[in-house]
């Protein structure tokens, strides 16, 4: 994985590592290093051989540190309602944005069959890198818009997970202890720990602060099976 400088963003992080990959062509057998990476991390083989438009942008992400804002995915539609989950999701293409499409030119998110990265726009064009194009290739192409649903955007993902509202996890047998003292456990000492703790979470809701869940979901999405994609 790339070590990440405080001056990097999402999409330098994430372009440096993907145009490296550019003219990676697909094996025998449908198999890419990019699939076998998947099903070795989601520990299902049916992905080393599927499309690996999205799987090779999961790849990417890891490799550039930036998943939890660009996500692991194999199944575009996921991917994209998980943008739009994060109020991430627009119309409007930039540089860095994952651009998804429908190849039968609808504008519903089920119908999404293939994904890429914005490189550049330019005189009403997107510049692409886009995985399993021309059925092997890892290569750049020029769209126009017409088959395009939307645009994820890692960015905006970033601005929804550190401006969350503040939340405070408290355990739940600590609260139950009060409820139900246990033989053995000093109601007191219970009592006092439940209060300690009521009055940590008036602490951080008074002071701003954001204490993030134990189990916050980074929207890694592993079970679906891959949407068929084609040029």
């Known amino acids: 994985m790339l070590e990440r400088s405080h001056d990097d963003t999402i999409t330098q992080d994430l372009l440096t590592v993907v145009t490296g990959e550019l003219g990676y062509r ?5 198999h890419t290093k990019f699939g076998a990476w998947y099903a070795d991390l989601t520990k299902d083989p049916q992905y080393r051989n599927a499309p690996w438009c999205d799987m090779f942008i999961a790849w990417a992400a890891d490799k550039a540190g930036v998943s939890d804002y660009v996500g692991e995915f194999a199944w575009t539609p996921s991917h994209a309602r998980w943008f739009e989950q994060h109020q991430a999701w627009t119309d409007q293409p930039e540089p860095g944005a994952l651009v998804f499409f429908d190849w039968s030119g609808g504008d519903d998110i089920k119908g999404i069959d293939h994904v890429g990265i914005v490189e550049k726009v330019e005189n009403g064009k997107i510049h692409t890198i886009e995985a399993n194009v021309d059925r092997v290739w890892l290569k750049r192409k020029v769209r126009d818009e017409s088959k395009v649903v939307g645009y994820g955007l890692p960015r905006k993902v970033r601005e929804t997970l550190t401006t969350s509202p503040t939340t405070v996890d408290l355990r739940p047998e600590a609260v139950t202890a009060v409820a139900n003292p246990t033989r053995g456990l000093d109601p007191t000492a219970t009592i006092a720990t ?3 703790a009521l009055a940590l ?4 809701v008074a002071t701003g602060l954001h204490v993030r869940r134990f189990a916050t979901s980074t929207g890694r999405h592993r079970r679906k099976r891959p949407t068929p994609t084609n040029t």
Do not use: C, I, T, W
């Open 26 to 30: 697909e094996k025998s057998g449908q």
């Open 194 to 196: 439940a209060v300690l």
């Open 201 to 204: 979470a008036a602490s951080v």
